[in-house]
């Protein structure tokens, strides 16, 4: 699964490119001679990884912005300021944009425009982010959106009646419900992009040893994350296998959208039911308002 050894005519987005898997990713990239473009939600933690990369790769062709992607007017100018950079860089064209920033959080929490945290960065900011650049996706041809999500997808189903979780809120559901959203978003981005040339993939990149888990939690959570997280891969390998979906000629979808390790899985049979899909996309496009086409 290597990538391949000359990115230098190729641009890439990667959100939470400051840490965990996306730091892995972005590094991989920049290494390969990409032209990378970073999210990070801290000056602080964007100014270290950003140091940790030009540390490996001094030459690397790097530019990070800042956006917290709970917020969705954040989401928005983040997508207004890509697309003025890659105007000016690429003339306007983008290879892949790899969604990869998540969160967990064991407090209810709602954001700025009221929706649940885990659900808004997990999945909205991905959904929003993909339409605002889907003209510099499509300006090159078999482009990539690739969508970390997660094998905790398994044996979930959207929660219609309660989607924000407002009633008996669990983290570890909230989180599976979102990362199932990845998925649906997935397969229905192939049933209506896919004729454009542009492939939309969901990695799963299995037990990661990352800090999600310590972040925005407490107690129990907090507590099982720090021993389970332990026997998670290395991000910086899990990184660059997610560099590699986003720059590999001969990934395909015609097996599955859904890979874990780079391999092609089934995901859930209920995350590729058709309407389920098509009443998620709808129901985002009304919470980003925003309106997709396609
Ligand atoms: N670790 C695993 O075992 C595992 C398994 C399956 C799927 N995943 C998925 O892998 C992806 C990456 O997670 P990770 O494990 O690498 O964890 P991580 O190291 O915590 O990375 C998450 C990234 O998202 C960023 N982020 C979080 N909230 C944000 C916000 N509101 N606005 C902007 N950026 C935000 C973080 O920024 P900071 O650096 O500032 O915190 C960080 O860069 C997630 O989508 C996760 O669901 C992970």
Request: proline residues 3%; contains cysteine; charged residues 20%.
């Amino acid at each position: 699964m290597d990538l391949p050894d000359d990115l230098h005519n190729m641009a890439f987005v990667i959100t939470g490119a400051t840490s965990g898997i996306g730091l892995g990713a972005i590094a991989a990239l920049a290494k390969a001679g990409a032209l990378v473009i970073g999210v990070g939600r801290s000056e602080a933690n964007i100014q270290q990884a950003a140091g940790l990369i030009r540390q490996e790769n001094p030459g690397a062709r790097l530019h990070f912005f800042l956006a917290d992607l709970s917020a969705q007017n954040h989401v928005r100018t983040l997508g207004f300021q890509i697309q003025k950079y890659l105007q000016a860089e690429t003339s306007g064209q983008l290879h892949a944009l790899i969604n990869n920033a998540g969160t967990v959080s064991n407090r209810f929490t709602v954001t700025e425009d009221g929706y649940e945290l885990q659900f808004a960065v997990n999945h909205l900011a991905a959904f929003h982010l993909t339409h605002l650049l889907l003209p510099q996706l499509a300006a090159v041809p078999e482009s990539r959106v690739v969508t970390v999500s997660s094998n905790s997808h398994r044996g979930m189903r959207m929660c219609w009646r309660d989607v924000m979780c407002r009633r008996n809120y669990n983290t570890l559901l909230a989180y599976k419900q979102s990362k199932l959203a990845n998925v649906l978003f997935t397969y229905e981005f192939n049933r209506r992009f896919g004729k454009n040339g542009i492939l939309a993939i969901a990695a799963d990149p299995g037990l990661v040893n990352t800090g999600i888990g310590l972040k925005g939690t407490y107690g129990l959570v907090r507590w099982i994350w720090q021993r389970r997280s332990q026997g998670g891969a290395d991000p910086g390998v899990i990184g660059k296998e997610v560099a590699w979906l986003a720059a590999a000629p001969e990934v395909n979808t015609r097996e599955s959208a859904y890979r874990k390790h780079g391999v092609p899985v089934q995901p859930s049979r209920y995350a590729r039911n058709e309407s389920e899909a098509r009443r998620l996309w709808e129901l985002s496009e009304s919470l980003c308002r925003i309106r997709f086409g396609g």
